[in-house]
């Protein structure tokens, strides 16, 4: 994204790139009717750097602290960058993951942060990617693995086209694909044993 090379300007009240600031796919906004706003890049730099210090929690493991980090971060990105940008979008997820509700509630809310990513900024945004993943790994963890194989053959098929067929990160998707499609089987299988169909 565009703030990603130095320039930080969104639009207020979200926004859809068409592509990105890389030069794939011209990364032209496309927002009718909105004026720009510009973001202060040293209000963005502490987020970012908060941001940061929510990950650093998260990976040892305390939540709490974590939770402190990435809801200010989340709220700054969204006045800063706009609702539908990637910052705050990667900030809402990481917010859900540290948060320590139930299992069917985090569902719900990987759910809704799905399609509004997937609104926001596409399919095949890493980010996006990520949140499915996700949502693939709770489904899975809650028993629905006829929806989690959906998930996650709907994430393979955006990893392979934004990473290649042969990183490592494809690779994993793939055999939690498989995985589920084995535990199908398996349920299935069972099924017809017990009741003779």
Same mark, same amino acid.
């Given at each position: 994204m565009a703030a990603e090379r130095g320039v930080i300007s969104e639009v207020?009240?979200?926004?859809?790139?068409?592509?990105?600031?890389?030069?794939?796919?011209?990364?032209?906004?496309?927002?009718?009717?909105?004026?720009?706003?510009?973001?202060?890049?040293?209000?963005?730099?502490?987020?970012?750097?908060?941001?940061a210090l929510g990950r650093a929690c998260n990976l040892v493991r305390d939540r709490e602290d974590a939770k402190r980090y990435f809801k200010p971060a989340k709220e700054g990105y969204e006045e800063q960058l706009g609702p539908g940008s990637e910052k705050a979008l990667q900030a809402t997820y990481s917010l859900i993951m540290s948060t320590g509700i139930s299992r069917g509630e985090k569902i719900e809310k990987y759910r809704a942060l799905v399609e509004k990513m997937v609104g926001a900024l596409g399919e095949e945004n890493i980010v996006t990617l990520m949140t499915l993943n996700s949502l693939g790994s709770r489904l899975?963890?809650?028993?629905?693995?006829?929806?989690?194989? +959906?998930?996650?053959?709907?994430?393979l098929a955006g990893q392979e086209k934004v990473l290649g067929g042969e990183h490592k990160q494809t690779l994993?998707?793939?055999?939690?694909?498989?995985?589920?499609?084995?535990?199908?089987? +398996?349920?299935?299988?069972?099924?017809?044993?017990?009741?003779?169909?």
């Open positions: 207020e009240g979200g926004l859809r790139c068409v592509g990105d600031s890389w030069g794939r796919g011209g990364g032209r906004w496309r927002v009718a009717g909105m004026k720009k706003k510009k973001a202060d890049p040293r209000k963005v730099e502490v987020l970012d750097a908060c941001f899975a963890d809650n028993g629905e693995c006829e929806e989690a194989r +959906k998930v996650y053959e709907r994430c994993a998707i793939r055999e939690y694909s498989r995985d589920m499609r084995r535990s199908l089987e +398996k349920i299935t299988k069972e099924l017809r044993t017990v009741h003779g169909i």
